[in-house]
């Protein structure tokens, strides 16, 4: 008698069919989420710091500048009513604004919390499972005995 793949899974389609339909189903929910995940990752590896344009969103020039969807919301001045899915182009529109004018505002709010991040991270203290710096030689650490 044969034995192969087919031969095991004609074996446990007959014996286990919800089992076999269960993992079928997992392997492709597994498989889908993973090419989800690598077209999101390509997609937006080549979209870093797009030109802002009318048709785009709070979030969607949040994610492409790397920065909190708040900056761009206060940069806006936008009511704080939770996000904002509105397209520029639209509240520029409600506002009687031209796009230039809100998207210049944006413009000038992103490289000062790029700056002020920058400031922080040399500020805080590294994380507890980064490896700890070696003392200069000729330096005690005070937790070694002296000689």
């Given at each position: ?14 014996h ?9 189903v ?29 048709w ?45 004018e ?43 005995p002296?000689?």
């Open positions: 008698m044969a034995a192969g793949p087919v031969v095991t899974l004609k074996k446990l389609w007959r286990n069919r919800w089992l076999t339909l269960s993992f079928l997992t392997l492709t929910l597994a498989l889908v989420f993973t090419i989800r995940a690598g077209v999101f990752f390509v997609y937006w590896q080549q979209h870093q710091d797009e030109p802002i344009e009318g785009m969103t709070v979030r969607y020039i949040a994610h492409s500048y790397r920065v909190n969807p708040e900056i761009i919301h206060d940069a806006l001045e936008l009511p704080k009513t939770g996000p904002d899915r509105r397209p520029l182009i639209k509240i520029a529109r409600d506002r009687g604004q031209p796009l230039d809100l998207t210049s505002g944006i413009i000038e709010a992103i490289p000062k919390d790029r700056a002020y991040r920058r400031s922080i991270d040399g500020m805080q203290p590294p994380p507890p499972w980064a490896p700890k710096a070696a003392p200069a030689p000729g330096v005690s650490s005070p937790a070694s002296q000689p």
